[in-house]
């Protein structure tokens, strides 16, 4: 799912892109991806843009007459920059939005459609889809200390809750973590002060830095390699590679749709976290140590 540094860089091409142009008109090609019903497409013909925002992982572009299109391109929902009139592909193809000098496409791979479209008029209409969490570019330590120990969860859980963080997911909580120096499991009313500072640190320099990745990596009009899985990372998505930091291999626990990726040298003090799943299964066989990991894959 397009997290931070991606969804940023979005909305600065959709807005150098689109603003003040007039939306033409608006194909439909799945009736999923449309969830509301007032106002209808038919009233955005003719509109300007006048700007486009992120709001958590959401795209907001706003049109005259206070409207507003509110996309959440899920896991695998994609923009693409075409030519003027430019058709809808296979089975990817959401939509397409028209304009003067050219068509932006949205497209979802694979059957599992999820990406969603609202059309909204005011920005109360928006308020339902802002989650709360922290925009932690723009926090200050103690803000972002708050949020952190509003609740109490693993660090993992934490600066993935969109009710507490406004924009992290999967991989970059990964990335973050790393950096940190910190278990994705360890308890946030566990931190010290000077982890917590750590922590925060972490996440501002890594949401900038790869938000600078992307920009540099735009070609043309629009990203168009949105990944979670992208060269230079350090340990989301290279299980069993070796950590850039110390060479120890990469580990991962796996849940639900998702998988954590973390270097047990340089985050867990050598200790191997247990998957819920396996460990279950294996009980006291379950590997504490990377040797004893290592010793059971070997033999």
Request: glycine share 8%; net charge neutral; proline share 6%.
């Amino acid at each position: 799912m397009p997290e931070l540094p991606d969804v940023s860089v979005y909305v600065e091409r959709l807005a150098a892109l689109l603003r003040d142009q007039p939306l033409q008109g608006v194909r439909l090609k799945s009736p999923f991806l449309l969830r509301s019903v007032e106002p209808p497409l038919s009233e955005l013909d003719g509109k300007r843009v006048l700007g486009a925002r992120r709001m958590g992982k959401r795209i907001v572009l706003e049109l005259e007459h206070d409207l507003f299109l509110v996309f959440h391109l899920m896991i695998a929902g994609r923009f693409r920059w075409r030519q003027v009139g430019a058709g809808l592909p296979g089975k990817m193809g959401l939509a397409a939005f028209d304009f003067p000098h050219g068509t932006l496409v949205l497209t979802e791979a694979g059957n599992k459609k999820r990406a969603s479209l609202h059309v909204v008029r005011g920005e109360a209409a928006l308020q339902p889809f802002a989650r709360g969490g922290l925009e932690v570019l723009e926090a200050t330590p103690e803000q972002f200390a708050a949020a952190l120990t509003r609740e109490n969860h693993t660090l993992k859980r934490a600066l993935t809750d969109p009710r507490l963080f406004s924009g992290i997911g999967n991989a970059y909580s990964d990335e973050v973590l790393h950096r940190a120096r910190l278990s994705p499991f360890k308890q946030t009313d566990k931190l010290s002060e000077e982890q917590t500072e750590r922590l925060r640190a972490a996440v501002v320099s890594t949401l900038t830095e790869w938000t600078e990745r992307v920009r540099a990596e735009v070609v043309g009009e629009l990203p168009e390699k949105v990944t979670a899985f992208r060269e230079g990372m350090a340990v989301h998505g290279r299980y069993g590679q070796p950590c850039p930091d110390c060479g120890a291999p990469v580990q991962r626990i796996i849940y639900a749709e998702n998988e954590c990726n973390y270097c047990v040298a340089c985050q867990t003090g050598g200790r191997v976290l247990a998957d819920r799943v396996l460990s279950q299964l294996m009980k006291d066989d379950w590997p504490r140590t990377l040797e004893e990991l290592e010793e059971l894959r070997g033999g």
